[in-house]
């Protein structure tokens, strides 16, 4: 059972340099979302996804960009990093309200990013 | 916009002993989440709260929802050093369910 996976697990990048993380689910879930965690800012959205082909922004969008081609898998990209993008980002994905009302998040591992 | 809040943000705890802590959001919502987090590790699901005055006990935590106040508590009982971790509670809200966290409260527990 896969569940949520991301990848990688660990990046160093240097300023200005780009960079893709993937999130897949194997859930069929529809809402997909993408978070970064900060000492003492508890978890804050980016981007998040409530279908194939569609993306919305979150509360910190600002420096990345997402993509949801195929359902089972939502993309942040970093254009141009910054140190302060330093953080560990999470992916969650959980069914959609229309079909269920418990619309609890399930999480990957999360991918720690050092931005130098 | 929603936000969450979640107090005290740092608990210490005495083992054996009991405890409560609170989350409280801005907004009308009928879910809500409670997650743990160990340092270095992902978000495990521990409850989920899904219609005013709903309980839930795992084992010695024991989390509750009161809509109308808009407010949940989680109650330890017997407080154990496996319980130290931080825990975040999550709200549900607007149109497209988007999840919101409190910045999570972070357990220790002492001897």
């Known amino acids: 059972n896969a569940g949520v996976t991301q990848t990688p697990k660990f990046r160093v990048l240097k300023t200005g340099q780009s960079m893709t993380l993937l999130c897949a689910q194997d859930?069929?879930?529809?809402?997909m979302y993408w978070y970064r965690q900060d000492p003492g800012m508890g978890l804050r959205l980016i981007h998040y996804?409530?279908?194939?082909?569609?993306?919305a922004k979150g509360e910190v969008p600002d420096g990345y960009n997402v993509s949801r081609l195929k359902k089972q898998n939502f993309l942040l990209g970093l254009e141009s990093a910054a140190p302060s993008q330093t953080s560990v980002y999470f992916c969650?994905?959980?069914?959609?309200?229309?079909?269920?009302?418990?619309?609890?998040?399930?999480f990957g591992q999360g991918t720690r990013l050092t931005v130098v | 916009e929603l936000k969450v809040e979640q107090n005290p943000l740092f608990l210490s705890m005495q083992e054996g002993k009991n405890y409560t802590i609170y989350c409280n959001y801005s907004t009308t919502s009928d879910r809500l989440y409670w997650y743990r987090q160990d340092p270095g590790k992902s978000l495990e699901s521990l409850f989920v709260l899904l219609s005013n005055g709903a309980v839930k006990q795992e084992g010695r935590l024991m989390a509750s929802l009161d809509t109308k106040a808009r407010l949940s508590t989680l109650h330890i009982t017997a407080a154990v050093h496996d319980l130290s971790a931080t825990y975040f509670c999550?709200?549900?809200?607007?149109?497209?369910?988007?999840?919101?966290f409190g910045k999570g409260i972070t357990l220790s527990v002492r001897p």
């Open positions: 996804s409530v279908g194939e082909g569609t993306t």
């Open positions: 969650a994905s959980s069914y959609a309200t229309s079909k269920s009302k418990n619309t609890e998040a399930f």
């Open positions: 999550a709200v549900v809200a607007g149109a497209n369910s988007k999840l919101t």
């Open positions: 859930m069929n879930h529809e809402y």
